[in-house]
């Protein structure tokens, strides 16, 4: 008898451990309905301290969802030509899982390959599977309208940071240190800050007895380094990006604009003083930030950027980090704007399931993406394991927002230490809206290392508000591939111009009153009117599709 009941018990045991197998940590069951891996096959981009195939948050995910990743892995150097190549070739991966700020789908790409069937559509799987991802597009529309082609199908998913700084990139760091010397204050508009720059390069401000100051520097690289859009939005808006204003509805150029003209004399009139380094036309960040950080004598006065360590070192030892401070909006003749770059997202896509992948593979994909729509989920993904990379606050610490309490707080590297290789860093970002990123732990003092990002918000703080009421957005509108071609050739076009021409005239290369007229009418060669047609037509759709979803 008791052999009986032991066997019995042996039985009982078994069947129900087999069952808790099935079951992962989050409740999650298998969609195969057993304990065999599910062996899914993923394209994706891995930067040089990462190694996807050991790393903690594939291997969570592949223990909590029961699958075993298949990696086509690129480097960051030609990731997207790999990427192109990898669809031309017909034999691509099952989804592909992107680097935003190193390569994406565009928006054109998700409609052609989403219309071809290349890339299905998200959205029922996103109703059966992925109730955080739901929940998040009904609150925020927003989100929403970057995810959804005009169709109504989610072919695709963005990368979605509400990054407070990010979203006004192009601030002026303003040397305060040299402001306290010469007995200044802080510049608001146009012409004060003229004024301060002639004394940065008159008055010897860093003492040192020779004419070396640089009163205003930049780059001409991306991250708000450019210097022309910080001036010009005194004169009129110029967005860094397209030249498109909006008024009332209506869609326009700024670049052919009495104001712009306006804004292009006052420019070279700072240049005709040597007030702008012309290496900020031509030089790209290492050469900006040698500037910022000239060995010796400290000779930079402002510099564009959407943070100051781009051009000077603001890690514990730095000498001059601390010294430089935000300038507000300056007020000029017909405007006092900030640059307003959407959130700190791309439009297209850095996720998307193509037509390779069986059901039960996309169930899997979307319930991995759904699971870091969650902030414990995005942390992992983003920045590593808890207690490794990050861990919980403890009392007295502050979070981003001191009106948010605290969630997390990062694990610093030790000096010399090696990556923990638990995240996916870039490739892991999917879902930080405002709440999430306030919740970090920042430190208290700005300029420490450990308060840098705190820094940044409150910099921001300035900026906040000051752009136009009424924004072209570029990041949320859809066009059909054909239209997408078209405007992306005259967007190169005319951009290339634009740029090409602000130049010319600022340093006198051309002359705004006798080629000014010629400019003009090259830009109607362009076809500046045709792209501005397009635009129009793809904000007056996207309105509508807004309107309808």
Same mark, same amino acid.
């Given at each position: 008898?008791?052999?009986?009941?032991?066997?019995?018990?042996?039985?009982?045991?078994?069947?129900?451990?087999?069952a808790?197998?099935?079951?992962? /940590?989050?409740?999650?069951?298998?969609?195969?309905?057993?304990?065999d891996?599910?062996?899914? !096959?993923?394209?994706?981009?891995?930067?040089?301290?990462?190694?996807?195939?050991?790393?903690?948050?594939?291997k969570?995910?592949?223990?909590r969802?029961?699958?075993?990743?298949?990696?086509?892995?690129?480097?960051?150097?030609?990731a997207?030509?790999?990427?192109?190549?990898?669809l031309?070739?017909? #034999?691509?991966? &099952?989804?592909?899982?992107? %680097?935003? +700020?190193i390569?994406?789908?565009?928006?054109a790409?998700?409609?052609?390959?989403?219309?071809?069937?290349?890339?299905?559509?998200?959205?029922?799987?996103?109703?059966?599977?992925?109730?955080?991802?739901k929940?998040?597009?009904?609150? &925020?529309?927003?989100?929403?309208?970057?995810?959804?082609a005009?169709?109504g199908?989610?072919?695709? =998913?963005?990368? +979605?940071?509400?990054?407070?700084?990010?979203?006004?990139?192009?601030?002026?760091w303003?040397?305060?240190?040299?402001?306290?010397?010469?007995?200044?204050?802080?510049?608001?508009? %146009?012409?004060?800050?003229?004024?301060?720059?002639q004394?940065? #390069?008159?008055?010897?401000?860093?003492?040192?007895?020779?004419?070396?100051?640089?009163?205003?520097?930049?780059?001409?690289?991306?991250f708000?380094?450019?210097?022309?859009?910080?001036?010009?939005?005194?004169?009129?808006?110029d &967005?860094?990006k397209?030249?498109?204003?909006?008024?009332?509805?209506?869609?326009?150029?700024?670049?052919?604009?009495?104001? *712009?003209?306006?804004g292009?004399?006052?420019?070279?009139?700072?240049?005709?003083?040597?007030?702008?380094?012309?290496?900020?036309?031509?030089?790209?960040?290492?050469?900006?930030?040698?500037?910022?950080?000239?060995?010796?004598?400290?000779?930079?006065?402002?510099?564009?950027?959407?943070?100051?360590?781009?051009?000077?070192?603001?890690?514990?030892?730095?000498?001059?980090?601390?010294?430089y401070?935000?300038?507000?909006?300056?007020?000029?003749?017909?405007?006092s704007?900030a640059?307003?770059?959407?959130?700190?997202?791309?439009?297209?896509?850095?996720f998307?399931?193509? &037509?390779?992948?069986?059901?039960?593979a996309?169930?899997?994909?979307?319930?991995?993406?759904?699971?870091?729509?969650?902030?414990?989920?995005?942390a992992?993904?983003?920045?590593?394991?808890?207690?490794?990379?990050?861990?919980?606050?403890?009392?007295?610490?502050?979070?981003?927002?001191p009106?948010?309490?605290?969630?997390?707080?990062?694990?610093?590297?030790k000096?010399?230490? #090696?990556?923990?290789?638990?995240? *996916?860093?870039?490739?892991?970002?999917?879902?930080?809206?405002?709440?999430?990123?306030?919740?970090?732990?920042?430190?208290?003092?700005?300029?420490?290392?450990?308060?840098?990002?705190?820094?940044?918000?409150?910099?921001?703080?300035?900026?906040e508000?000051?752009?136009?009421e009424?924004?072209f957005?570029? *990041?949320?509108?859809?066009?059909?591939?054909?239209?997408? /071609?078209?405007?992306?050739?005259?967007?190169?076009?005319?951009?290339n111009?634009?740029?090409?021409?602000?130049?010319?005239?600022?340093?006198?290369?051309?002359?705004?009153?006798?080629?000014?007229?010629?400019?003009v009418?090259? =830009?109607?060669?362009?076809?500046?009117? !045709?792209?501005?047609?397009?635009?129009?037509?793809?904000?007056?759709?996207?309105?509508?599709?807004?309107?309808?979803?």
């Open positions: 008898m008791n052999k009986k009941i032991g066997l019995i018990l042996t039985v009982l045991i078994h069947f129900l451990l087999s808790c197998r099935a079951e992962s /940590d989050s409740g999650e069951i298998n969609a195969q309905g057993s304990n891996a599910l062996k899914i !096959r993923v394209f994706a981009q891995q930067e040089s301290t990462q190694d996807l195939i050991t790393n903690d948050f594939t969570e995910l592949e223990e969802f029961n699958v075993k990743f298949d990696w086509n892995i690129v480097p960051y150097v030609g997207k030509e790999k990427r192109q190549i990898s031309a070739s017909g #034999k691509y991966e &099952d989804a592909y899982i992107l %680097t935003t +700020y390569d994406q789908f565009s928006q790409d998700v409609l052609r390959y989403g219309k071809q069937g290349v890339f299905i559509a998200l959205n029922d799987l996103i109703d059966a599977y992925a109730p955080h991802i929940a998040a597009m009904v609150k &925020d529309p927003t989100l929403k309208a970057f995810n959804t005009p169709d199908h989610i072919y695709g =998913l963005v990368s +979605y940071s509400q990054c407070f700084h990010c979203s006004y990139p192009n601030k002026m303003l040397n305060t240190k040299w402001l306290k010397q010469l007995n200044l204050d802080m510049p608001t508009t %146009t012409e004060e800050f003229k004024k301060v720059l004394a940065f #390069k008159t008055r010897d401000p860093n003492g040192n007895g020779k004419a070396d100051e640089i009163p205003l520097s930049g780059s001409t690289e991306d708000g380094v450019r210097i022309i859009p910080y001036l010009m939005n005194g004169f009129i808006y &967005d860094d397209n030249y498109l204003i909006l008024t009332n509805g209506k869609v326009d150029t700024a670049a052919n604009k009495p104001e *712009w003209r306006e292009l004399a006052y420019i070279k009139d700072l240049y005709d003083e040597e007030l702008i380094d012309p290496g900020a036309f031509t030089q790209n960040s290492d050469a900006f930030k040698k500037i910022g950080d000239n060995t010796g004598v400290q000779i930079l006065g402002a510099g564009a950027a959407m943070h100051p360590a781009i051009f000077v070192d603001t890690g514990p030892d730095n000498k001059h980090g601390s010294d401070n935000p300038v507000p909006p300056l007020v000029g003749p017909h405007a704007n640059v307003f770059n959407t959130i700190g997202v791309s439009p297209g896509a850095k998307v399931i193509t &037509d390779k992948a069986s059901k039960e996309q169930i899997a994909l979307i319930k991995m993406v759904d699971y870091m729509y969650t902030p414990e989920g995005q992992y993904a983003e920045v590593g394991k808890e207690g490794l990379d990050w861990r919980r606050p403890i009392e007295g610490e502050l979070a981003l927002n009106k948010v309490r605290p969630e997390f707080t990062r694990i610093p590297l000096e010399g230490e #090696k990556s923990n290789n638990a995240g *996916w860093g870039g490739m892991g970002h999917f879902y930080m809206p405002k709440e999430y990123r306030d919740s970090w732990v920042q430190g208290t003092d700005i300029y420490g290392p450990d308060g840098y990002e705190r820094r940044l918000y409150e910099a921001t703080l300035i900026y508000g000051k752009e136009p009424e924004l957005p570029i *990041w949320s509108v859809w066009m059909d591939s054909d239209e997408a /071609d078209e405007a992306n050739v005259l967007h190169t076009n005319i951009k111009y634009i740029e090409e021409n602000a130049l010319q005239f600022i340093t006198g290369n051309k002359s705004l009153s006798e080629d000014w007229d010629a400019y009418k090259r =830009l109607d060669d362009l076809q500046i009117n !045709r792209y501005v047609e397009i635009m129009q037509k793809a904000y007056d759709n996207s309105i509508n599709v807004h309107k309808d979803n």
